[in-house]
């Protein structure tokens, strides 16, 4: 059972890239799906997270209307578009796997998260 995150990069400010998160072993649809962020030394941070199963979405407040978090309706992938990047947002990213709706117990409470994938690494720099 393996959670991988995809599709980081350096991109300069202003930029977009679209982070991926595939599952391998289980059925990724099956769980609601959170997206992290990590700066050494810093607290993980919930970025974003779609539910299991009404697909509803909470984006944290530093990347909300700039970060937007979708599921593919055949394999299940989850995507995390980001636009309008800033520096702010370097971090390595990470998704994790939860069995509740996303609303439940807070959309970023670190303890309902049980499978983390791999981070990326999402450089924003000029």
């Known amino acids: 059972v393996q959670l991988q995150a995809s599709g980081g990069g350096l991109v300069q400010p202003g930029g977009s890239l679209r982070l991926s998160c595939e599952a391998s072993g289980f059925t990724v649809r099956s769980y609601s799906i959170g997206w992290f962020r990590q700066v050494l030394g810093k607290e993980r941070e919930g970025v974003a997270c779609?539910?299991?199963?009404?697909?509803?979405?909470f984006e944290g407040d530093s990347v909300k209307g700039r970060f937007t978090i979708s599921r593919d309706r055949g394999q299940g992938t989850v995507y995390l578009q980001m636009n309008n990047l800033q520096p702010e947002d370097t971090a390595v990213y990470y998704c994790a796997t939860a069995p509740y709706h996303c609303s439940a117990y807070g959309p970023f409470s670190r303890w309902k998260y049980r499978t983390w994938g791999q981070g990326t690494q999402v450089t924003v720099s000029s």
């Open positions: 779609i539910s299991n199963s009404d697909g509803s979405t």
